[in-house]
Nanobody, 122 residues
Framework: QLQLVESGGGLVQPGGSLRLSCSAS????????IGWFRQAPGKEREGVSC????????NYAASVEGRFTAYRDNAKSTVSLQMNSLKPEDTAVYYC???????????????WGQGTQVTVSS
């Protein structure tokens, strides 16, 4: 079956960095746009970034612009999210998702991972 899995979450201090990775089984990530989303306790899931499946262009939420970078690795077997200058408000479960095209609405995404916890705290 088609599956996504996230890794790289953990506990970091404010101002620190983490790198999340999204890996696929059952399909090739090259054929899909890959989005990152996050959900904090008591809040709705929100889009963080998206990297397109063909052009490689990326889009970011205003709250992470300039701090987060999404990219495909050299082998294009994984997609990573480099998170720098982390803030306590970045604390959330982070999910990767795959679809034919980048989209904002979560309903438009076809495949989801189980999520990885990111906690930013002193």
């Amino acid at each position: 079956q088609l599956q996504l899995v996230e890794s790289g979450g953990g506990l970091v201090q404010p101002g620190g960095s983490l790198r999340l990775s999204c890996s696929a089984s059952g399909f090739t990530l090259d054929d899909y746009a890959i989005g990152w989303f996050r959900q904090a306790p008591g809040k709705e899931r929100e889009g963080v970034s998206c990297i397109s499946g063909s052009s490689g262009n990326t889009n970011y939420a205003a709250s992470v612009e300039g701090r987060f970078t999404a990219y495909r690795d050299n082998a294009k077997s994984t997609v990573s999210l480099q998170m720098n200058s982390l803030k306590p408000e970045d604390t959330a479960v982070y999910y990767c998702a795959a679809a034919a095209y980048c989209a904002v609405a979560t309903i438009d995404w076809d495949y989801w991972g189980q999520g990885t916890q990111v906690t930013v705290s002193s």
